[in-house]
């Protein structure tokens, strides 16, 4: 059974940072594409980042590129997203999901209906202004 547990989330001000994991069991990283998403109250979801192991990619919505670092440990099946220089407009709840390896594309991750099959519970982070 695929499964996916976000952690890490919590409460920060602006300008700091926090990680988030995203530990996976029930597959092997190198058969799916781990992503990232975020939903705010009041709006629809949103990809902001992916990484394929089995490519070599990764991929970043530009609001977050150059703050945001996706990576992942393969031998402990979990996936991180550092978040830095955080912004109130950053605050949602984050998920993380599993799709093809083959979908870590902007086009992916941004889509209405993202192609990615197993989703997590989601953390919440809130950035205080």
């Known amino acids: 059974e695929v499964q996916l547990v976000e952690s890490g989330g919590g409460l920060v001000q602006a300008g700091g940072s926090l990680r988030l994991s995203c530990a996976a069991s029930g597959f092997s990283f190198d058969d799916y594409a781990i992503g990232w998403f975020r939903q705010a109250p009041g709006k629809e979801r949103e990809g902001v980042s992916c990484?394929?192991?089995?490519?070599?990619?990764?991929a970043y919505r530009g609001a977050v590129k150059g703050r945001f670092t996706i990576s992942s440990d393969n031998a402990k099946n979990t996936v991180y997203l550092q978040m830095n220089s955080l912004k109130p407009e950053d605050t949602a709840v984050y998920y993380c999901?599993?799709?093809?390896?083959?979908?870590?594309?902007?086009?992916?991750?941004?889509?209405?209906?993202?192609?990615?099959?197993?989703w997590g519970q989601g953390t919440q982070v809130t950035v205080s202004s």
């Open positions: 990484i394929s192991s089995r490519t070599g990619t990764t």
């Open positions: 999901a599993a799709g093809s390896p083959y979908d870590c594309t902007i086009a992916a991750i941004g889509a209405s209906r993202p192609p990615y099959d197993y």
